[in-house]
């Protein structure tokens, strides 16, 4: 929706605040970085091996899936014991139609919240406390209102299985599954998952049944069920002879949207119980780009089949932007800032929040109809409320604006509407499209994304025939364009074969650097001065970043990257480790260029009594983390007494 109303044996000795001890371990102590630590590496991904994988009973009865979208979302669910059929709601435009509907006195006391998804993704200070801004210009904590959402696809979803299922559980039946953008880092997945806690999804002391989803992941595993007659192929189709086909490109575009249009309608969806005819005629190696083009983020996935198992493999870390169909809307909203003055389109939006929805509602209806060769103006309507505020606001009306601004491919049509020429609409689109095309293509000159066979173009924005012949211009040469038939469906359909099966894709690639920071012997020749710590007689090297996993580093599911810490003093209760990223893999100290403190991990110490301490003298606990999944995950145990120690990771409060 985005749309809203609401009324490894590396030892530290760490503080409870999160700093080092400078008490430095001994010289041959794990705390230093030696040939002989005992850490479990992160170690390239083996060859695949020629099996099929076994499939465990689910510990749940149903899979409930949100695509959570910055211009429309929707849930589905599939049922475990029936995981072939998926069932679907979609909610598109329900809130934003609401605010319309209200009475401008009424539509006051309401708070809208529009494409709000967008404000996860770009704010780079995300927390707990982040706030989100009305069309009114009201300010509500976007924990709050994403909760809201959320709350409200969770009575929704379960008030309808109750309907078909009503001896369905009530605790324990569900996993739940959130999309989010590839390219989104871990505070917003974390964000995210907080604000699910908050809406009761689940609990936050059963972490396990909520997922978070990869959005052209989810698209990608959907993919590998399509059969050919799911599939609009829009490549170029040469002849036998050799000969271009003569087919107008235009034609391909009006039959997909008329699928497109017909496949919306349907609310059940079969899927094949293996994998599709398309991917049944690939072989292992075989490598295709995934490009979801959504309202807000473009989103790029490069996966490789693995046969005969049909697991999926990352190539290349997740890459995109905030390429989404937002940006034709955001052009629109320049373009009226040329006419009438930034000023006053900003007062209006303020002023008549529900006569601004009425003129993006126009707009957005116009826009789904560009096509690239139409030759017609189109027509926009302009609310009354815009017509008669600009005349008070600034004294003329808008038809003589539009005669003194430098915008001459817009007119004032006699039926009182905004005449946009075809190239008028076509430069609202160029500046999104051609970040897009320029993205695929810098992600194809990749060493690792050679020998591309397909590019899968899904999400909202790929129902647009002006991004489809783009697309299909810059890159039919090169690979097979493929539009999924129910195209806006995709990752909502992929997000429910995800939860039922998260092991569908083995293997990621690290977004980032990650590590921690530690103490080394201080070589003269080798570390700078600054770093030197005298203590004890003894030359330390301080700040020393020891990396965790490397950026765009091949992370299988189950891998663990293992450290031991021990506490500071005999009784301390909790141990605080500061994480650390950075984009590069030629980081050296946590004080470089580039990295950046993102998060901590807390490992929450059992009580012992004096006696039990100083029979154990030194405590080790283990810390063991996850990150080939879609979230970074941190288990801990307690290495003498075997016991797991209460471990968590946060990125949220830095």
Known sequence: ?????????????????????????????????????????????????????????????????????????????????????????????????????????????????????????????????????????????????????????????????????????????????????????????????????????????????????????????????????????????????????????????????????????????????????????????????????????????????????????????????????????????????????????????????????????????????AAPHRANPMNISLPFSFIDFYRKHRGQNVETALKRSSVNLVKWSSQGMLRMSSEAMNELFQPTISQIIRHIEELMKKPEVQGIKFLFLVGGFAESAMLQHAVQSAFSGACRVIIPQDVGLTILKGAVLFGLDPTIVRVRRSPLTYGVGVLNKFVESKHPKEKLLVKEGKNWCTDIFEKFVSVDQSVALGEVVQRSYCPARAGQRKIIINIYCCPTDDVVYITDPGVRKCGTISLDLEELDEAHLAKRGRREIRASMQFGDTEIKVTAMDVQTSKTVRASIDFLSN
């Open 1 to 369: 929706m985005s749309t809203l109303v609401v009324p490894t044996m590396h030892t530290l000795q760490i503080g409870a605040n999160g700093e080092r001890s400078r008490t430095p371990s001994p010289p041959n102590s794990p705390g230093l970085h030696n040939d002989s630590c005992n850490i479990a590496p992160l170690t390239p991904s083996q060859s695949p091996r020629n099996e099929i994988r076994a499939r465990r009973p689910p510990p749940f009865s149903v899979v409930v899936a949100i695509d959570f979208g910055t211009t429309s979302s929707g849930y589905a669910f599939s049922f475990a014991s029936d995981p072939e059929t998926i069932h679907m709601m979609s909610f598109g435009y329900t809130a934003r139609d609401y605010y319309h509907d209200l009475d401008p006195e009424e539509a006051r006391d309401w708070l809208y919240f529009e494409k709000f998804k967008m404000k996860i993704h770009s704010t780079s200070d995300l927390t707990m406390k982040t706030e989100l801004e009305a069309v009114n210009g009201k300010k509500v904590q976007a924990l709050e209102v994403f909760a809201h959402a959320l709350r409200f696809f969770k009575r929704q979803a379960v008030q309808e299985l109750k309907d078909q299922c009503p001896s369905l559980p009530q605790t324990g039946a569900f996993r739940w599954v959130i999309t989010v953008p590839a390219i989104w880092k871990q505070p917003a997945k974390q964000f995210m998952r907080e604000a699910a806690y908050l809406a009761g999804l689940v609990s936050s002391e059963n972490p396990e049944q909520l997922l978070i989803a990869l959005e052209p992941e989810a698209a990608s595993i959907y993919c590998r069920k399509l059969r050919l007659n799911q599939l609009i192929d829009l490549s170029y189709k040469p002849r036998a002879n050799g000969l271009a086909s003569d087919l107008p490109i235009d034609s391909s575009f009006r039959q997909a949207r008329e699928q497109l249009r017909r496949s919306r309608h349907s609310r059940t969806f079969l899927v094949e119980a293996g994998v599709g005819e398309l991917w049944s005629e690939m072989q292992t190696g075989d490598r295709y780009i995934v490009a979801d083009c959504g309202g807000g983020t473009v989103d790029l996935t490069v996966h490789q089949i693995e046969q005969p198992q049909g697991t999926l493999k990352e190539l290349y870390k997740a890459s995109g932007g905030p390429y989404g169909a937002v940006g034709v809307d955001l052009a629109f909203e320049k373009l009226l800032c040329q006419i009438f003055g930034e000023d006053f389109i900003a007062t209006f939006k303020a002023k008549r929040p529900a006569a601004w929805v009425d003129l993006t509602i126009a707009f957005e209806a116009r826009k789904r109809t």
